[in-house]
């Protein structure tokens, strides 16, 4: 059984009383442990469809279903549920709150587990250690570059041990070389933790670091192709 599966899923945004079809029709099932990558020029539709993925919006029609589960049949505080223990979201303007540091930025997903203090600051420093940053855990947003900010994003993304993560243009407001090192972070933790990643991107260079390559055009799935030998990134040494 595949890990997400939508079948014709429509979306429909309504402008006072005009219709504006985005999504029409997407069949699309993603395993357990792909790297799959999302390609299409501004306006496709592309976050709208992960933002479906991620139970972040409602589909206007179709099925989804995430490990067997029914989405559609599901309440908000259910689809919260899925989304805190199931899925993990990395933006592309990272989203951390300005007046936490990284650890307490990393922290916050654990929270709602009710985790104990000294459990949760022991697994996010953990976290920030795996992406590179164990030495900028007192560090605030402001105190840091934007390629750090995003590793801290994917620190708060993993940490949760998520099944999936959710990435919308991750390397979208970064330097090439800080992009490289999303990848690198990405397929370890695709390659060495078994995490099923889902990017979007509209860099043709970004998108071929994943095994699977869906190309959407105006709100459809134009091709889909299978990428046999992915880009592999390396982390820059400092
Ligand atoms: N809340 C909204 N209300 C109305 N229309 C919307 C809304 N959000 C997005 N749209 C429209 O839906 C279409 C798809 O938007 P979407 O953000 O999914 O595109 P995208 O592929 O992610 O583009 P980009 O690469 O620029 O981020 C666009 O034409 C956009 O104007
Ligand atoms: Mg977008």
Redo the contacts with the bound molecule.
């Keep these: 059984m595949s890990l997400l599966v939508l079948k014709d899923i429509k979306h429909t945004?309504?402008?006072g009383n005009i219709n504006?079809n985005?999504l029409k029709g997407i069949n699309m099932s993603i395993e357990k442990g792909e790297f799959v990558s999302i390609m299409?020029?501004?306006?496709?539709?592309?976050?709208?469809?992960?933002?479906i993925i991620g139970c972040l919006d409602k589909p206007s029609g179709g099925s989804y279903e995430i490990d067997g589960q029914h989405i559609e049949k599901l309440n908000d505080n259910q689809l919260a549920d899925i989304r805190n223990q199931f899925l993990g979201f990395v933006f592309q303007s990272f989203h951390l709150l300005p007046e936490l540091d990284a650890i307490s930025n990393v922290e916050l997903p654990l929270i709602y587990r009710g985790m104990s203090t000294s459990e949760r600051r022991k697994k996010a420093k953990e976290a920030l250690e795996a992406v590179g940053l164990g030495q900028r855990l007192h560090h605030r947003p402001t105190q840091m570059s934007g390629g750090e900010q995003q590793r801290v994003a994917i620190a708060r993304a993993f940490v949760g041990e998520p099944s999936v993560i959710l990435a919308?243009?991750p390397t979208g407001a970064l330097d090439s070389q800080s992009g490289q090192n999303i990848m690198a972070i990405f397929q370890k933790l695709n390659t060495d933790h078994g995490i099923t990643i889902v990017q979007?991107t509209?860099e043709e260079e970004i998108a071929k670091h994943g095994t699977r390559i869906f190309y959407?055009k105006d709100?459809e799935i134009e091709r889909e192709v299978v990428n046999e030998q992915p880009l592999s990134a390396l982390i820059e040494e400092v």
């Design positions: 945004y309504k402008l504006v985005v299409g020029p501004s306006g496709s539709g592309k976050s709208t469809l992960l933002n919308d243009e979007v509209h959407l709100g």
